[in-house]
């Protein structure tokens, strides 16, 4: 018979999945099965913070899916948009019932990325970011150094892109960029150089810029990054070399 251990390593093997499959492989497979067969586990357990996480883990691989379509140009289907909402409210849902409102934060999170991404509505979507970061904020939380990185990149987005704060958005983008380098995952580490050189290049800092991106460039190049992923990179670091060509001309 399984135990709550047994379904706990279905679990984490699911998420590395889904992060392998994300910004590697992009073959969802794996991750699916792993969580086809965490959801059978869970269902017959009484553990509902097993059942939350099961439910906001098929939530963000609804998420990376969704993603993977805009990547390649495709749109998402507003049935596929409105399935990934459902199942990171009912995983919100799931976490008060087992009174433990403080491990929602993945939760609240993907529900800020359902707004923000699929929807480009901001305004929706920082409610549950700030919800997110003062919950993985706080000093007992036991989020993950991902989860944390990812909600401060969001913010960090919030500042750069819609409330025009460049130096805030520096500010969360570094954080984001610090944490995913504490957690040595090859895979998340481009990607927050990137996001961070876009802020520096806001707040005036084009040539600390160029140097992140050639960073990440290069990072995602021996990570083995999908080639969508390397491109956006190599795409960013030749626009910021461009523009400071012309600005020396």
Same mark, same amino acid.
């Given at each position: ?15 590395? %999945?889904? @992060? !392998? *499959? ?7 497979? +794996? =991750? #699916?099965? $792993?969580?086809?067969? %965490?959801? @059978? !586990? *869970? ?7 097993? +059942? =939350? #996480?099961? $439910? ?194």
């Amino acid at each position: 018979m399984s135990t709550e251990h047994d379904i706990r390593d279905l679990l984490a093997a699911a998420d590395e %999945a889904i @992060a !392998e *499959a994300g910004f590697r492989t992009g073959d969802f497979g +794996q =991750a #699916r099965e $792993l969580l086809e067969a %965490a959801r @059978a !586990e *869970a269902a017959a357990s009484a553990d509902l913070s097993v +059942q =939350a #996480r099961v $439910l906001e883990l098929q939530g963000m691989l609804a998420h990376y899916q969704n993603i993977s379509k805009l990547m390649s140009g495709e749109a998402v289907p507003p049935d596929d948009v409105a399935a990934e909402e459902r199942l990171f409210r009912q995983a919100i849902a799931c976490w008060q019932r087992a009174g433990l409102d403080s491990g929602s934060a993945q939760s609240l999170f993907g529900l800020g990325l359902v707004f923000q991404v699929l929807h480009s509505d901001w305004a929706a979507a920082m409610p549950y970011y700030w919800q997110a970061l003062g919950l993985v904020s706080d000093p007992s939380a036991s989020a993950s150094q991902h989860l944390r990185s990812e909600v401060h990149r969001h913010i960090g987005f919030y500042f750069l892109v819609e409330a025009c704060q460049p130096t805030e958005a520096v500010r969360h983008l570094q954080i984001s960029l610090d944490l995913r380098e504490e957690a040595a995952d090859e895979r998340m580490i481009p990607s927050g150089l990137q996001a961070l050189a876009e802020a520096e290049i806001e707040a005036g800092n084009r040539e600390l810029a160029i140097d992140l991106l050639s960073r990440a460039v290069a990072r995602a190049r021996e990570a083995h990054l999908l080639p969508a992923r390397i491109q956006a990179a190599e795409s960013a670091l030749a626009a910021a070399q461009e523009a400071g060509q012309q600005d020396q001309g």
